[in-house]
């Protein structure tokens, strides 16, 4: 019956169920969506390395122009010391990076510039594709060398052999012992388009001694702890170390040290504002639809005044009306749920087929949508029912 | 026993600080088996005592029996019952749910009166039946004439078995030629024993009955027979 009467307006029935759709389409895309970037972040920072401890300049507190990486407060002593000094610290890699033009014969690129030692391979997790990374002899003898990215010996050389071969920085001739596979981007940022070469070539060469300064500074020491139960007590050693190196008795620390552990604690609490967030939003057109059935469904105790007479003549009572319109208001929910999660799964599929994100369907989102959809169909549908009940047939069937 | 027995029925509506006597202490009887027209112009109470009889409204002083049941004291929700159980109604309008097949419209009144569904169908079909109306049970309300939307609203009106079948204005609608063949039907109604009210201004249709009560200014005017009910009884 409660379908019938449905049925006999199909638009009007379509254009209230539209609020419930969007709102559970939205509700369904919007946390999937919410918890795929959040695993999509998860798995960036993954990327960088297990019990892996990132130790840079400056400090959060200090406000942008000394914020982290910017300050000069890290040098190429500090990574050794670290190295000598800390039981925890299995492998160091300090790191100093600048943008350059990279050319070999012809062709040029641009490339970010990357001043290592051998360490970066354990330490950062890459492998190579080609030749060799830099080796201890390299550093120690501060020999030009270099190793490309993947992208940057694509663009440079296309299919011929870059080994052996001579490419320039900034006009230092440097020799091609190497090429790193593919690491794909982080965070948006390319991290083929690379030229690794020994820190102290890229010091005494490219970027030159910095005044008054005993060691070159760094912008990243990454260090690796021996063991993943130990990462906590290698950055209680380092902080302590360098807060003794750098002199800081009374004064804050003018680096940080962040665990891999720490970042992901970071992104994730913020991830999961995100959801929230995408999750109220959600429920507010959740919301907004319960509200459209209801004006709809006033509307329709207005117009069907006569039936309600009518049914109240032979006999309904006012529960009977007021069940009845209840169950149209949530034969009207349900349905646009249903449609709603067709279209929330429909966007989920098209989400992973166009971004990098890949999103789940959440079965507890569905249930909850489905649940609440349901109930904002019977909540919604409770006023416009009473005032059905209440209507006094005699007016009704006279109107 | 009288079916219908109303003793010193008064209404009053309230119209902001106007009181308007709608029923001024009115006292009749009707018995089991009678066909009755209540008359009467615009405003002479007739619709009211109508209201009344049929259950959808409740005197404002007086005492209204309906077979035998002190239908003045009930609430909204025990005369919905009595409405659903002893009273079947005919509209001037029809009042059918245009969604809805004529069997549905049917069934409609035990739906409210919880029959067991294997017996809706049979019941609504042997109804509709009764109204010549066996070959239209799944025509909706637009694709029926307006004498065979009437006939359906009787059929509706009988289906729960009532002791009253109570008719406003049932043939206002409708040509002359189709109200005979409706007055028709509450005729052999009547022959098989049902007690008929029928609210009328039209007096030709009224003189089809045997009894008419004339309103005027919230009383009863005039209580008397027909000249077609007199003459039954000289050739009986």
Same mark, same amino acid.
């Given at each position: 019956m409660a379908v019938k009467t449905l049925g006999a307006n199909k638009l009007r029935s379509g254009l209230t169920m539209l609020g419930i759709i969007i709102g559970n389409a939205s509700v369904i895309a919007m946390v999937a969506a919410g918890q795929a970037a959040q695993e999509f972040v998860t798995r960036e920072f993954e990327s960088l390395g297990t019990n892996v401890l990132f130790i840079a300049p400056g400090s959060a507190q200090r406000g942008p122009t000394a914020g982290i990486g910017r =300050?000069? %407060? /890290?040098t190429l002593a500090d990574a050794e010391a670290i190295a000598a000094e +800390? #039981? =925890? +610290? =299995?492998e160091v890699s300090p790191e100093k990076n600048q943008r350059l033009r990279v050319t070999y014969e012809t062709a040029q690129t641009q490339a970010n510039i990357i001043g290592t030692t051998p360490d970066y391979v354990p330490v950062r997790q890459i492998s190579l594709a080609q030749g060799r990374f830099l080796s201890p002899v390299d550093s120690q003898s501060a020999l030009p060398v270099a190793v490309l990215g993947s992208e940057t010996a694509q663009t440079l050389f296309g299919k011929q052999n870059p080994i052996g071969q001579k490419i320039r920085v900034s006009n230092v001739r440097f020799t091609v012992v190497g090429v790193v596979a593919s690491r794909g981007s982080t965070f948006g940022q390319n991290q083929d388009e690379t030229v690794y070469v020994p820190i102290q070539v890229m010091v005494n060469q490219l970027t030159g001694q910095e005044v008054g300064k005993t060691s070159p500074t760094v912008q990243l020491i990454a260090a690796s702890a021996r063991e993943a139960t130990s990462a906590s007590a290698a950055q209680y050693q380092i902080t302590n170390l360098l807060r003794l190196r750098h002199g800081l008795l009374n004064k804050e620390d003018d680096f940080v040290v962040q665990s891999q552990q720490d970042l992901l604690a970071t992104a994730a609490s913020i991830t999961d504002i995100l959801v929230q967030v995408l999750g109220y939003t959600a429920g507010i057109s959740l919301l907004v639809g319960g509200i459209g059935i209801m004006n709809i469904m006033l509307v329709s105790v207005t117009e069907r005044t006569q039936e309600i007479g009518l049914r109240k003549a032979i006999g309904a009572k006012g529960i009977d009306i007021s069940v009845q319109f209840t169950i149209e208001s949530i034969i009207l929910a349900v349905i646009g749920g249903l449609i709603g999660i067709g279209v929330g799964v429909t966007s989920i599929g098209i989400l992973t087929l166009t971004t990098p994100l890949s999103a789940g369907i959440s079965l507890s989102a569905i249930a909850i949508s489905f649940t609440v959809s349901g109930s904002t169909g019977l909540i919604f549908g409770l006023l416009p029912a009473r005032r059905a009940a209440q209507l006094d047939p005699i007016v009704a069937l006279r109107s | 026993m009288a079916l219908i027995k109303l003793r010193r029925v008064s209404k009053t509506y309230g119209m902001g600080n106007v009181e308007v006597h709608a029923l001024r202490e009115v006292s009749l009887a009707i018995d089991p088996g009678e066909y009755c027209a209540i008359v009467g112009a615009s405003g002479s109470g007739k619709s009211t005592a109508m209201n009344l009889i049929g259950c959808l409204d409740r005197p404002t002083w007086g005492d209204y029996r309906l077979d035998g049941i002190p239908v003045s004291t009930l609430g909204t929700d025990a005369l919905a019952d009595i409405r659903n159980r002893k009273i079947g109604f005919v509209f001037q309008q029809f009042y /059918? #749910?245009?969604? #809805? %097949?004529a069997i549905e419209n049917v069934m409609l009144p035990m739906v409210y009166a919880n029959v067991p569904k294997s017996q809706r169908r049979s019941r609504a079909i042997a109804s509709l039946q009764k109204v010549g109306l066996g070959d239209r049970l799944h025509n909706r309300p637009n694709q029926l004439s307006g004498g065979q939307q009437q006939r359906v609203t009787i059929a509706r009106a009988i289906v729960n078995r009532p002791k009253l079948l109570l008719a406003d204005e049932p043939t206002g609608a409708l040509d002359s030629q189709t109200s005979r063949s409706i007055l028709d039907i509450f005729t052999s109604l009547n022959r098989a024993g049902m007690t008929l009210v029928m609210v009328t201004h039209n007096e030709a249709v009224a003189q089809q009955c045997d009894r008419v009560i004339t309103f005027r200014d919230g009383q009863v005017l005039s209580d008397r027979p027909t000249a077609k009910a007199v003459t039954n009884l000289m050739l009986n």
């Open positions: =300050a000069d %407060t /890290l +800390v #039981l =925890a +610290v =299995a | /059918l #749910l245009p969604q #809805l %097949t």
